[in-house]
């Protein structure tokens, strides 16, 4: 998504803005909001109590840190951040040759995954991707590159630079000192 | 783990250290070593290839902080940080009220990410504990306090503050701001 669009103020907090204070489209959910499928600026863009809606050249919108006892609850970005991390550690520990069990066992994961996953835009397009391309679990290597491919699908889609996937160990296994 | 312990220096890297630079025992796998299980530093110290081991006073371990393609594996602290992020907001969009398949369906997902979480110590560990404690997924909010719990036993075991279970939505939820 071009981070260069427009970005409309409104007059009234009443109005639901189309896009947010990051250039990314606002996703809504069936409640009016959703705050794990947008940037948290974005979010307290699109639910500002303020009758007039911040600009975007001015920052408006506090962002508070306090204390750990009262950080937010994560965004977007924090929550796919925080998930690739996962996904792609549970691939570098899987086993190189696991078991029929183990192989079935990964696809239920991912399916459950792909189902409770908090942000329902982000979890019905992950769905989509894997009915379209199963999940590759025959071995530590498949499933490396697989989840890597997605990774990738998600990056061309939010305009990230894409990884190259024979390097996938290096970043999520072994590091990039080993010989 | 008392940070306080004293933290023995080797004159070999052949030696496999107990304590890591943190204070926390290190943790080894049975290939002798597990990156996800450890903070880095403690990683990098107990696989230190250097002939003499870097004592704790003088900071002689890198850390190297390149471009995002050469981002290191996560060690044990990120790993955690984003897995109870994942889990916490999985909590937080749970159904209210879920349908028994639901219900069924996240006990086999605990019960998978369990058995597939890239640090093996914790792993068995949270294995252990979902066997004594089995995951409430009756309603929304005994799910996002059986999980705060869990989390709880994980802060005792790591000499990290305790969270309020009462105020789990607010932090994983609905922010601190919603009246």
Same mark, same amino acid.
């Given at each position: 998504?071009?981070?260069?669009?427009?970005?409309p103020?409104?007059? !009234? =907090?009443?109005?639901?803005?189309?896009?947010?204070?990051?250039?990314?489209?606002?996703?809504y959910?069936?409640?009016?909001?959703?705050?794990?499928?947008?940037?948290?600026l974005?979010? *307290?863009?699109?639910?500002?109590?303020?009758?007039?809606?911040?600009?975007?050249? /001015?920052?408006?919108?506090?962002?508070?840190?306090? =204390? #750990?006892?009262?950080?937010?609850?994560?965004?977007? /970005?924090q929550?796919?951040? !925080?998930?690739? /991390?996962l996904?792609? !550690?549970?691939?570098?520990? #899987?086993?190189?040759?696991? =078991?029929?069990k183990? *192989?079935?066992?990964?696809? !239920?994961?991912?399916?459950?995954?792909?189902?409770?996953?908090?942000?329902w835009?982000?979890?019905?397009?992950f769905q989509? #991707?894997i009915?379209?391309?199963?999940?590759?679990?025959?071995t530590?290597?498949?499933?490396?590159?697989?989840?890597?491919?997605?990774?990738?699908?998600?990056?061309?889609?939010?305009?990230?630079?894409?990884?190259?996937?024979?390097?996938?160990?290096?970043?999520?296994?072994?590091?990039?000192?080993?010989?």
């Amino acid at each position: 998504m071009s981070t260069t669009e427009a970005i409309p103020t409104t007059e !009234s =907090s009443t109005t639901k803005p189309e896009f947010g204070v990051s250039g990314r489209k606002i996703v809504y959910d069936k409640d009016g909001k959703c705050r794990t499928c947008n940037t948290l600026l974005d979010f *307290q863009f699109a639910t500002a109590k303020k009758s007039v809606a911040p600009k975007v050249e /001015t920052k408006t919108i506090p962002e508070v840190k306090s =204390s #750990y006892a009262q950080d937010e609850p994560p965004d977007v /970005t924090q929550l796919g951040r !925080s998930s690739w /991390t996962l996904l792609h !550690s549970i691939a570098a520990t #899987y086993p190189e040759t696991p =078991s029929n069990k183990q *192989q079935q066992d990964m696809k !239920s994961f991912l399916n459950l995954f792909a189902g409770f996953y908090p942000c329902w835009f982000c979890a019905e397009d992950f769905q989509k #991707y894997i009915t379209k391309h199963e999940p590759k679990t025959q071995t530590q290597d498949d499933l490396g590159k697989w989840l890597c491919e997605a990774h990738n699908e998600v990056n061309r889609k939010i305009n990230k630079p894409e990884f190259d996937c024979n390097l996938w160990k290096k970043r999520w296994k072994d590091g990039w000192d080993e010989e």
